[in-house]
Nanobody
Framework: QVRLVESGGGLVQAGGSLRLSCAASGIIGSIVARGWYRQAPGKQRELVAT???????NYADPVKGRFTISRDNAKNTFYLQMNSLKPEDTAVYYC?????????????WGQGTQVTVSS
């Protein structure tokens, strides 16, 4: 059974930092991309950052220069380092893995972790 387990959310003051982790297990196939998304109250879920199997990264404009996505293949874990946090970064953050298996693509999601940035 595929599981993505997130950790690292919490409450932080504006200007502070947090690091989110997403540990993957039970995946059969190849992970072609890993990503972080977020959903604020009353808003749609939005892309924050992605990292491809080749290591290429992509960031949403609001987080460029402040957030960094990375991975540790040996630990089957990937991360989101968030610096210079702003109140508008407050949201539930979800990790995502896009897996290719048996000639099909699958999306897997973590349970979400709350990030709250106080002003």
């Amino acid at each position: 059974q595929v599981r993505l387990v997130e950790s690292g959310g919490g409450l932080v003051q504006a200007g502070g930092s947090l690091r989110l982790s997403c540990a993957a297990s039970g995946i059969i196939g190849s992970i072609v991309a890993r990503g972080w998304y977020r959903q604020a109250p009353g808003k749609q879920r939005e892309l924050v950052a992605t990292i491809s199997s080749g290591g290429g990264t992509n960031y949403a404009d609001p987080v460029k220069g402040r957030f960094t996505i990375s991975r540790d293949n040996a630990k089957n874990t990937f991360y989101l380092q968030m610096n210079s946090l702003k109140p508008e970064d407050t949201a539930v953050y979800y990790c995502n893995a896009k897996v290719r298996a048996f000639m099909q693509d699958y999306d897997y999601w973590g349970q979400g972790t709350q990030v709250t940035v106080s002003s």
